[in-house]
């Protein structure tokens, strides 16, 4: 049987050095290389055409990052590595494109048969996983009401939400008001705080930059990458009860 081709992605070094150990003692599977920076995962999935790619979950990672690794080349598959299994990761996973959510904390031969049945044509998510999204729900959020949700994770007040996003303060309190019913929210400090457990360390780094306006005595005036839907799921079983807990994705 041919070796099957694998690339690694891993920001450390001692975790890529584990995983190859690993591999190394299955001889019909075979690591290409290992990319530790982001901007390089694309170059060099196109460039080595692995049959599958697997991705160590890290902070410089966002998730367009990976749906981009998904769609790189023709029949190649991702699975992506984590240390947490919450339902809005693996939502997230899925609408990337992922085709298994392996988490770190599983056995070596787990690890190993999931990776085999990848590269099977299977698609590998836990049953705990699956159970998950199943009681879970999406909430899409509007392009704007994704951004404000993302600036008010970063701690910016209504007056500088208005600034960045070139709006009144009048229409961020109706947007905030709106997405405080939409979600769930009981306030503002509650969506501030999903919208920070679920955003990356990336994403939250990245901004775009507006064009001039008037002078003004915000200074935070940049537009971030932008939540685009909220997943809700139950965190308490009460029959009859509609308490949800809520947590975005981007």
């Known amino acids: 049987m041919p070796r099957r081709k694998l690339l690694l992605y891993s920001e450390l070094p001692l975790f890529a050095e584990g995983v190859k150990a690993t591999l190394s003692s299955h001889p019909d599977l075979e690591l290409m290389g290992t990319v530790q920076q982001p901007q390089s995962l694309l170059v060099e999935i196109r460039n080595q055409n692995p049959q599958l790619v697997l991705i160590d979950w890290g902070p410089s990672l966002d998730w367009p990052i ?28 899925r609408e990337a494109g992922v085709a298994a959510v392996l988490d770190l904390h599983s056995q070596l031969d787990e690890f190993v ?18 159970e998950s999204l199943r009681i879970s729900r999406a909430v899409r959020l509007t392009p704007r009401e994704g951004e404000l949700v993302t600036l008010l994770a970063q ?14 303060e009048g229409t961020v309190k109706v947007y905030l008001s709106k997405l405080f019913q939409k979600v769930g929210a009981k306030d503002r400090f509650e969506l501030a705080l999903f919208g920070l457990k679920n955003l990356t360390s990336a994403e939250m780094g990245f901004f775009e930059e507006l064009p001039p306006r008037k002078p003004t005595t915000v200074t935070r005036a940049a537009r971030p990458q932008r939540l685009r839907s909220i997943v809700v799921r139950p965190s308490v079983v009460v029959a009859g009860s509609g308490f949800y807990r809520v947590a975005a994705v981007r």
Request: glycine share 4%; hydrophobic share 50%.
């Open 113 to 130: 048969e999931a990776v085999e049945r990848v590269l099977a044509g299977e698609v590998v998510y836990s049953q705990s996983m699956d």
């Open 155 to 168: 701690g910016l007040k209504n007056k500088e939400i208005a600034t960045s996003l070139n709006i009144s």
């Open 66 to 93: 990976v749906a981009a690794a998904c769609n790189a080349v023709e029949g190649h598959r991702v699975v992506l590595l984590v240390r947490n299994t919450a339902a809005e990761m693996v939502y997230q996973a």
